[in-house]
């Protein structure tokens, strides 16, 4: 009950915040980045770690659920609710996210995804998909991804697909019996990080997975590497339940 009751606090007053931030005096590009990548960030992730004991729910249940939240979240939209859609979008994606996560009944498979997937989003966010949607597609951009919004109005964007690495990695750190603290705290630097680095480098956008990925393995290394070492890395299931 005490975590359900921390949720609904971080989820209001996010909600609270993106009210009130528009009509506030702007503040100018680095405080505003420092407060999206230190502040912001970790609130609204903290939402993902607050919610991790539903990870264990039958995937049925959570690809239904995420999928009537989608709907909810395009409903209200639709209506002008961009805020509350803000945070539908974390919930349904996340929920999604652990759905897909019974798929992988080894930790070898969530290791060989956090090891591939830096490449290919740094392709698609150079030369590829992502390039051309945050480029060309504005509005698409904005549909598939979330918003952080600074004083007056300033504001960075995180796609669909980061937040949902994000709970994928989260989750499988509890399913495998890894660190769940740590790599929560890792997962939220990596993408602090390349938020900065974004800002510090002047270009328009980095790929968040090479940090979500480090996120993910580097607090977990020594873990990974005795079972890499082990019989059973690649041919023993695990489904872990640790304590979040």
């Known amino acids: 009950m005490g975590r359900a009751a921390a949720l609904l606090a971080v989820a ?3 909600f609270a915040w993106y009210e009130l931030a528009p009509d506030a005096s702007p503040w100018s590009l680095w405080p505003s980045i420092l407060l999206i990548a230190l502040v912001l960030i970790p609130a609204t992730f903290l939402l993902v770690w607050l919610a ?9 249940h959570l690809a239904a659920a995420g999928g009537a939240i989608f709907g909810l979240t395009v409903l209200v939209g639709s209506l002008g ?3 509350a859609a803000n945070l539908g979008k974390v919930a349904f994606v996340t929920l999604l996210a652990w759905a897909f996560l019974t798929a992988f009944d080894r930790v070898s498979w969530v290791v060989l995804v956090a090891l591939l997937i830096p490449w290919v989003d740094a392709y698609s966010v150079w030369k590829g998909p992502t390039k051309q949607i945050t480029e060309g597609h504005e509005q698409v951009f904005g549909a598939l991804s979330i918003v952080f919004l600074a004083p007056g109005g300033g504001y960075a964007r995180l796609g669909l697909p980061d937040v949902a690495f994000f709970a994928l990695f989260l989750a499988a750190s509890v399913r495998f019996d890894l ?3 740590a790599t929560w705290i890792g997962l939220s630097a990596g993408l602090a990080l390349t938020m900065i680095l974004a800002t510090w480098w002047d270009v328009s956008g980095l790929p968040a997975l090479p940090g979500l990925s480090l996120g993910f393995l580097v607090p977990n290394a020594d873990l990974l590497w005795r079972r890499l070492r082990g019989p059973g890395f690649f041919t023993e ?3 872990r339940s640790a304590a979040a």
Do not use: V
């Not at 991790?52 to 039958?58: A, K, M, Q």
């Open 237 to 239: 299931g695990s489904d």
């Open 12 to 14: 209001a007053a996010l």
């Open 179 to 181: 660190r769940p603290r």
């Open 81 to 83: 609710f961009h805020n």
């Open 52 to 60: 991790l004991p539903l990870w264990r729910e039958p995937w049925a």
